[in-house]
């Protein structure tokens, strides 16, 4: 109902409240005030299952940032990280997560973020996936087939790696470049012969029991960490932001690895989102064995480079790339004030 249609006592009384409201210090004004300051933190979300669906659901990682007078705004569904760091370059993003591989392709290109924390690599999850029944049973079988890869990054690597570990001429394997989410029926049509790729995708693949790792990045001594990323801008701007983070990834980290059913089938346990008993039985495994976020150590700026002189070496890159100059020492920033 209008107020101008109410009683003058109800009126007198409105007016009243209202003074008392402006003139209360730490109040709903006040209160409604820092709300509305708190720093805007963009970060994708993991979907159904994943460190950062948990975060959304529970409300956990809002209440960590809250420490430092920042909020989460969620930005739709992690995928690839290339159009990631597109997002990050172009200011519509703060934080991603990829693989140093991603990372230093898309550095190389147009540096607008900088990494602060590294996860070591996934031994078990990622790999060169063929056909169950392929007959393909060494990494030297794969000469004169066609293998699915994203340009760039985690598959095109570890492809790249088994062929170099088995001394295969790259020229002698066929890359068929396709985006991560239009490869899987390709491969399961048979139009390519195996299909290099990673967790989100291998899973469901080995769960069916059509495919099986021909090897995986363990066994091709894969370096390919991964890393977490922010916006150069808003990690100058904002360090107690990126600290914050960090010691929020880090810890949850160590839950995930500790109890990981816990963070499958956040949302759902039904439709197309869900893990499936089958591929529960295949993840818990490759996430206990997966490490966790850690400050970025002078070791780990050694194995970056080893990644980017592979890369350039492969001319998937145009010379060396040196991402020291973007890398931030976590441990040096701010924290949440006491």
């Not at 460190?51 to 909020?71: C, I, T």
């Not at 990050?88 to 140093?100: E, P």
């Not at 790259?170 to 396709?178: A, G, N, T």
């Amino acid at each position: 109902m209008n107020s101008r249609w109410l009683p003058s006592t109800a009126l007198l009384a409105a007016a009243l409240l209202g003074l008392t409201a402006c003139g209360s210090t730490g109040g709903g004004a006040a209160a409604s005030g820092d709300r509305a300051a708190r720093i805007e933190v963009r970060i994708p979300e993991d979907g159904n299952s994943g460190l950062l669906a948990l975060a959304k659901k529970d409300g956990s990682l809002d209440a960590a940032l809250a420490k430092v007078n920042a909020k989460v705004v969620w930005t739709g569904t992690a995928g690839a990280f290339a159009p990631a760091a597109q997002q990050l370059d172009a200011g519509a993003l703060d934080f991603a997560q990829g693989s140093i591989t991603s990372a230093t392709a898309a550095l190389a290109a147009s540096p607008g973020f900088k990494l602060f924390a590294a996860v070591a690599p996934d031994a078990l999850g990622e790999g060169i996936l063929v056909k169950s029944d392929s007959g393909i049973s060494t990494v030297k079988d794969l000469v004169g087939k066609k293998v699915a890869v994203w340009h760039g990054g985690t598959s095109e690597y570890l492809l790249l790696k088994a062929l170099k570990q088995n001394d295969i001429p790259v020229d002698q394997v066929e890359r068929v470049y396709l985006q991560p989410n239009q490869a899987a029926p390709v491969f399961n049509s048979g139009q390519v012969h195996a299909w290099s790729t990673w967790g989100t995708y291998s899973v469901p693949q080995l769960a069916d029991r059509n495919a099986r790792f021909l090897v995986n990045g363990g066994q091709v001594g894969s370096e390919n960490y991964a890393v977490w990323t922010v916006r150069t801008k808003f990690a100058d701007a904002h360090p107690a932001v990126v600290k914050a983070l960090y010691e929020y990834l880090h810890a949850s980290g160590l839950k995930l690895q500790a109890d990981p059913g816990a963070y499958l089938n956040v949302k759902t346990d039904s439709g197309p989102e869900a893990v499936s008993a089958a591929q529960r039985e295949i993840q818990i495994p490759f996430d206990k064995a997966r490490g966790v976020a850690e400050p970025i150590t002078e070791a780990d700026l050694t194995r970056f480079h080893a990644v980017a002189q592979f890369f350039a070496d492969q001319q998937i890159i145009k010379g060396f790339f040196d991402v020291k100059p973007y890398l931030i020492d976590v441990n040096s920033l701010p924290g949440a004030a006491a």
